[in-house]
């Protein structure tokens, strides 16, 4: 009997590793922009009141949605990768901080809260809330209201980092509850002041998902490390917990300082540069160990002639297309307006993520110096799933 | 013993299969991997001269495959209305009043004309085109500043490949407001069951600043919705088959099915393209609240597309869609709006209410932001599905409207969920 015993569970044990690992196989998707996840990450979170740097403002709003009938528990982490001193670009002497603060949420049934990056939001009951008589509105100012999804941190003036939250149980347990979506509103002012223009300039991005796999089974296993893709491996007993982060990143952007036709079309000059803001998809929040990726650039024009550079994102990389090589994102080294940019990373590195933001200069400005006249966000596009997979370890609970 | 052991693996043979199968079904349409057919559910124009604003979108799209040329055959929808006794004359169907330029007791009646091209993409290109120029080889354009296709008769790319016999009409008016879809198909225009297609829309607006001769641009982009294909499903008839998989008519209707003799008395309609979503969820700021950064007055505009069309027939899809709307107190709203063809309105404008009154207003609802969901409505006629996609549009707006102009975004809305029920793209 006992023999019998120790075969079923034998018998058990393959069937079920067989099922998980046929199941993480085919996940034909990877990381979304467009469905409710259990990892929700902004890739690009910007504050900056202009008080240290004397830069423009800047700041950034949290939009975050329960998609489900329960009530749904997350575990954030804002990463700031501005280096120690903000005021000059990050070096050997002023390294990035990589400096983590976290703190939990919970929204309930179907609850959208938000939050603004520079003041995150309190736990008070008593904000006002906007009403209206019926005749007209009288009260528009209702930042706060609502049921407070936690207490949500200050970041530092200035701030630039991602943020990252992970849904969990009320005990603090990762799930695959696939529950969270969420967005980004980047706010700015854009100032000419050689012609006095003043302007409030918004973009927009949707949060990138990583969709927990067999949400009917919950094969995650709760523990900290979460297995993004990849099959079995130290650390990953059960093989993968989410969807994988994709193996190919595509970018279908201007050439740098190429003209917007549209501009072009009412007689105006103009230039358009893309910014790029990437951020590996393996993590360790626990051990505070910065993660590194050498991003592959293949670059194609409009004559399909190939060009090709490569960047190290150290933990949050954020930069022009301009900035990654010399002039080789150029219209004139490119020869054509508009491009596509295909980005990958090595199978041993870790994968990456990341959103594009197109700024437009036009038609009186000293671009890149002065701010954008307007700029645009944009997901970006991802096919395939890295094959050895991710690791996103987070605190363990105390 | 031996008995148990099989019984053991038949289950979970059953297990793997279920879930094997439901990772399959999961898949729904998308907007940032790599697609089979892209909607762009936006396209709007108006450059005509002399306005205090003006507006053109950029239409950008890529072959990601390494080495294969595919071909786009694109249908641009034009919904404008138009003044029933003045058919040149182009109204908003939903406008009334002073601002409907047609005749007292002259309709403005709905448009749904599409115009059709094909456009040829080399391995790993980018093109672009304005809507309001269309575009050609560049061999052949008159304007070298408007974008055109660069690989014809002069130059030609990986293994011979070029863009010859393409050409993308300008939109059929200005202004125009309108959508556009393209389905990958190979040289016989046959529809292919490739996943090599991402496309980008960007809008411009420029308007008229103070002082003289200056023009202040605003751009919005968002990206295509893309469909992808189930490989080795198209069986290449003109009637791509989206989602679902389920019986059509007969003992069985709707429930899943793998051939036609799973449906007694009615037929199974394989999935040719992964189905497009149950629900489409957006979470936007309430209409007339304040911008907690900015202070401007927040609005949102939302565009929805159906996901069937039938280009032969030339018959728009009608359905309600129901609205579900929670603010954060988790206080829920509802409405409901039938919609034909395509749909641009102010969030406030769903009700058919104002910035005090609706229940998509900051007034209503007391907090900044809040959740809205929205599905369509089953109808019967068998060659729709009554899905629908969207995008969604934010603005920002100053308490003087003498003000500077301020900026707006677009953004892609999310899905969740598909249905038994197919759509269907109908091609002439």
Not at chain 2, 235 to 254: F, K, Q, S
Request: some cysteine; hydrophobic content about 35%; glycine content about 8%.
């Amino acid at each position: 009997m006992k023999g019998s015993t120790s075969g079923m569970v034998r018998y058990w044990s393959i069937a079920i590793a067989s099922v998980l690992a046929l199941t993480a196989g085919p996940s034909v998707a990877d990381v979304t922009i467009e469905r409710g996840s259990s990892i929700i990450v902004f890739p690009k979170v910007i504050f900056d009141s202009g008080a240290v740097t004397g830069k423009q403002p800047v700041d950034t709003i949290i939009q975050i949605t329960n998609t489900s009938n329960s009530i749904v528990f997350a575990h954030c982490n804002y990463i700031n990768a501005l280096p120690v001193d903000p005021r000059f670009p990050p070096s050997e002497t002023n390294p990035p901080r990589w400096q983590e603060v976290n703190f939990d949420i919970f929204l309930t049934k179907q609850q959208p809260t938000h939050w603004v990056v520079s003041s995150g939001r309190t736990q008070f009951p008593g904000d006002d809330v906007c009403y209206g008589d019926g005749n007209m509105v009288i009260e528009r100012d209702c930042n706060g209201a609502g049921f407070d999804p936690g207490l949500i941190p200050l970041t530092t003036d200035p701030f630039a980092g991602e943020l990252r939250c992970v849904e969990v149980d009320s005990s603090g347990a990762p799930i695959n509850g696939n529950h969270l979506k969420g967005e980004a509103t980047i706010v700015a002012q854009a100032n000419q002041p050689a012609v006095g223009l003043v302007k409030t300039e918004i973009s927009k991005y949707n949060a990138l998902g990583i969709l927990g796999l067999n949400t009917d089974l919950n094969s995650n296993n709760s523990d900290p490390v979460l297995c993004l893709g990849g099959g079995v491996r130290p650390g990953c007993r059960n093989g993968a917990e989410y969807n994988g982060c994709p193996d190919e990143v595509f970018l279908n952007h201007f050439a740098e300082g190429a003209d917007n036709p549209v501009v072009t079309e009412f007689g105006d000059p103009s230039e358009v540069f893309t910014e790029l803001t990437l951020v590996p998809c393996t993590q360790d929040l626990e051990r505070q160990i910065r993660p590194k990726v050498t991003v592959q650039f293949l670059i194609t024009n409009e004559f399909e002639d190939l060009f090709s550079a490569s960047i190290t994102v150290d933990c949050w990389g954020n930069f022009l297309l301009s900035e990654v090589a010399f002039s080789i994102f150029d219209e004139a080294t490119l020869g054509t307006r508009f491009a596509q940019t295909r980005m990958t990373a090595p199978p041993e590195q870790p994968g990456f993520i990341g959103v594009a933001e197109e700024y437009h200069y036009a038609p009186f400005s000293n671009a890149p110096e002065e701010s954008p006249v307007t700029r645009a966000a944009l997901n970006l596009f991802g096919r395939g799933q890295r094959a050895n997979g991710d690791i996103v370890t987070i605190q363990q609970a105390q | 013993m031996m008995r148990r052991r099989i019984s053991t693996c038949i289950t979970l043979l059953a297990c793997v299969c279920v879930l094997w199968g439901g990772s399959i079904v999961q898949a729904q349409v998308v907007a940032d991997q790599p697609a089979a057919i892209l909607m762009f559910p936006k396209i709007l124009v108006d450059t005509s001269a002399g306005q205090s604003e003006r507006v053109d979108t950029l239409i950008r799209i890529s072959n990601v495959s390494n080495d294969r040329p595919i071909t786009l055959h694109c249908f641009y929808v034009n919904t404008n209305g138009h003044c029933r006794s003045q058919s040149a004359r182009i109204c908003d169907p939903y406008t009334v009043g002073a601002e409907n330029p047609c005749d007292p007791f002259d309709p403005c009646v709905p448009g749904w004309q599409e115009t059709n091209f094909v456009v040829n993409i080399t391995a790993r290109q980018p093109v672009a085109w304005l809507a309001s120029q269309g575009s050609t080889l560049c061999d052949q354009s008159a304007n070298p500043d408007v974008p055109c296709f660069p690989l014809g008769d002069s130059k030609s790319g990986f293994e011979g490949q070029d863009n010859l016999d393409s050409r993308v009409p300008p939109v059929p008016e200005n202004p125009f407001i309108g959508y556009l879809k393209c389905i990958g198909v190979d040289k016989n225009e046959v529809p292919d069951d490739r996943n090599d297609l991402i496309g980008v829309t960007e809008i411009i607006t420029a308007t008229d600043n103070a002082m003289p001769d200056l023009n202040v641009y605003d751009a919005r982009a968002f990206n295509a919705v893309g469909i992808t294909a189930i490989p080795e499903r198209n069986d290449g008839d003109r009637t791509l088959v989206i989602g679902g998989g389920g019986c059509l008519g007969g003992e069985r209707a709707d429930l899943p099915c793998e051939e036609d003799d799973d449906c007694p008395g009615g037929e199974c309609q394989v999935a040719e393209y992964n189905g497009c979503p149950n629900i489409l969820i957006l979470d936007h700021f309430f209409e007339g609240a304040n911008d907690p950064v900015s202070g401007d007055i927040v609005n949102t505009k939302l565009t929805l597309v159906p996901c069937s069309e039938d280009f032969e027939r030339q018959v728009p899809v009608t359905s309600p869609i129901q609205f579900l709307v929670f603010n954060e107190f988790e206080q829920r709203f509802s409405t409901s709006r039938i919609i034909t063809c395509f749909r641009e309105f102010r969030l406030i404008d769903i009700d058919l209410s104002n910035e005090v009154r609706s229940i998509f207003s900051a007034a209503v609802n007391g907090t900044l932001t809040g959740q809205t969901r929205m599905r369509g409505v089953i109808g019967d006629n068998p060659r729709f599905g009554y899905t629908w996609v969207a995008v969604a549009e934010e603005f920002r707006t100053k308490d003087d409207p003498m003000d500077e102009p301020t900026g707006s975004a677009a953004f892609n809305v999310h899905f969740h969920g598909s249905r038994p029920q197919s759509d269907f793209i109908h091609l002439p």
